[in-house]
Nanobody, 123 residues
Framework: QVQLVESGGGLVQAGGSLRLSCAASGRTFSSYSMGWFRQAPGKEREFVAAISWSVTSTYYADSVKGRFAISRDNAKKMVYLQMNSLKPDDTAVYYC????????????????WGQGTQVTVSS
């Protein structure tokens, strides 16, 4: 089992940057692929980025490609999402999630979820 806790959200102006962190607990963390999702008010949860357990593969939503970067440190049991050139449309609650099922971009393919961290981008 994996427990996940996100941090690093906040209020930033458009064009700015934030780095989200996800701290994991559980002995098998390095076996899991990790993903970041986001959910804006009134909208469905949407895929942002994912990284394989081996760190060799990453996958991004088109809307964040070239602006966001996902990374992980298996020794520290941490996952990160570096967000640059932020836009007001990036405003959402951001969640990290864990899965044993490849690099899916569908929420129901993930087994474990954090509680989320709010990111607000002002124009």
């Amino acid at each position: 089992q994996v427990q996940l806790v996100e941090s690093g959200g906040g209020l930033v102006q458009a064009g700015g940057s934030l780095r989200l962190s996800c701290a994991a607990s559980g002995r098998t963390f390095s076996s899991y692929s990790m993903g970041w999702f986001r959910q804006a008010p009134g909208k469905e949860r949407e895929f942002v980025a994912a990284i394989s357990w081996s760190v060799t593969s990453t996958y991004y939503a088109d809307s964040v490609k070239g602006r966001f970067a996902i990374s992980r440190d298996n020794a520290k049991k941490m996952v990160y999402l570096q967000m640059n050139s932020l836009k007001p449309d990036d405003t959402a609650v951001y969640y990290c999630a864990a899965t044993l099922k490849g690099l899916p971009d569908i929420p129901n393919r993930y087994n474990y979820w954090g509680q989320g961290t709010q990111v607000t981008v002002s124009s």
